[in-house]
C-alpha cells in the first residue's frame, strides 16, 4: 500500500464516487446474490445520471442492514465527497431523478427509494424539509436520518455518525482518517481476501489520508520497548477520545441533553460543558 499512497496536495482529483460504489458493496456483502448494483445509472441518452442504483432481485428478500432498512424494489443513491455536500438543490434534482426513473423503467414509484450519503450532518437540507416541505425528519439510528410524509422512502446518511462496528467501509471513506482507522479497514481487506473489490476504495483513501496511512504502516511494527507501547495506548486513547467527542458535538447540535451527551458517550463532564458553552 506504501507504494500506492501520494500525497493530499490534489483532494479534487480524488476519486472519491467509485470508492464509494465498492464501499456500498461492501457494507451489502452479505446480500450480493439478492441485489444487482448500477453505477452512474443513465437515465435517458441525455446526461442525466444517478450515482448509484442499487435493484432488489427478489422482493421477498429482507436487507438487515441499516442503511438499506428503506430498501423496496428500486433503490437509487446520491453520493457526495467528503469536500462537498447534499445542498437543497441536490435534493430536487435527485427527487426529479427519482419521478423519471420510475417512467423510464415503469415501476410504480412506491417501489422506488433514495438515499443521500454525505459526510456531514445536513443541517440545512433537514431544516428545509421540516419547515417548507412540512416533513418529518427522525434519526432513528446513528447517522441515518428518515425523512417521513412523501410517497416513497427518502434517508439521508451522515457516514461520520455511522456505527464503526455496523459501517466500517462508509465510515471510514473520508479524509480524515487516524492510523488505527486505516490498520482497521486493512485488517478487513485481509480477512475477506480475493472476495473484496476495494482497488478504488483503497486508492481514494491512501491518496486522502496520506499521513494516517504512513503512521499506520509504522505502528504495524513491533513495539521496541515499554515506552513506545505506552506511547501507541496513549495515540489509541486520544484517538477514542476524538471520536466521542465528534459524536457528542453532533449530539448538542441536535439539541440534546447534556445529561444524555454525557451518558452516550462517557466523556468527561467538563469536556461536554465545554462543547454547550462554544
Not at 456505527?163 to 479497514?185: H, M, Q, R, T, Y
Request: with cysteine; hydrophobic share 40%.
Amino acid at each position: 500500500m506504501k507504494e500506492e499512497t501520494i500525497k493530499d496536495d490534489e483532494p479534487s482529483r480524488i476519486p472519491w464516487h467509485p470508492a464509494f460504489i465498492e464501499a456500498i458493496q461492501l457494507e451489502l456483502v452479505d446480500y450480493g446474490d439478492s441485489l444487482e448494483f448500477y453505477p452512474e445509472y443513465q437515465l435517458s441518452s441525455e446526461p442525466l445520471k444517478i450515482d448509484c442504483v442499487i435493484i432488489k432481485k427478489a422482493r421477498e428478500v429482507v436487507i438487515r442492514k441499516n442503511i438499506a432498512a428503506i430498501f423496496r424494489e428500486a433503490n437509487l443513491l446520491e453520493y457526495k465527497s467528503p469536500e462537498d455536500y447534499i445542498s437543497v438543490s441536490d435534493f430536487y434534482k435527485v427527487y426529479g431523478y427519482a419521478c423519471l426513473y420510475t417512467s423510464f423503467e415503469r415501476i410504480p414509484i412506491t417501489n422506488l427509494t433514495v438515499s443521500f450519503v454525505e459526510s456531514h450532518y445536513p443541517e440545512k437540507l433537514i431544516k428545509h424539509l421540516e419547515t417548507v416541505r412540512k416533513y418529518k425528519v427522525e434519526e432513528n439510528s446513528p447517522g441515518i436520518y428518515t425523512v417521513i410524509g412523501d410517497i416513497f422512502p427518502i434517508q439521508i446518511i451522515d457516514s461520520c455518525r455511522l456505527s464503526a462496528d455496523e459501517n466500517l467501509w462508509l465510515k471510514n471513506l473520508g479524509n480524515s482518517l487516524d492510523p488505527f482507522s486505516v490498520i482497521k479497514v486493512e485488517e478487513e481487506v485481509i480477512r475477506l481476501g480475493k472476495a473484496a473489490r476495494v482497488q478504488a476504495y483503497m486508492n481514494a483513501i491512501a491518496k486522502a489520508n496520506y499521513y494516517a496511512v504512513e503512521e499506520a504502516m509504522e505502528m504495524r511494527e513491533p513495539a521496541k520497548s515499554l515506552e513506545e507501547v505506552l506511547i501507541r495506548t496513549g495515540a489509541m486513547a486520544r484517538a477514542e477520545e476524538r471520536k466521542a467527542l465528534d459524536i457528542a458535538q453532533n449530539m448538542v447540535n441536535l439539541g440534546l441533553s447534556f445529561e444524555t451527551v454525557v451518558s452516550a458517550t462517557k466523556l468527561d463532564p467538563e469536556k461536554v460543558k465545554a462543547l454547550y458553552d462554544k
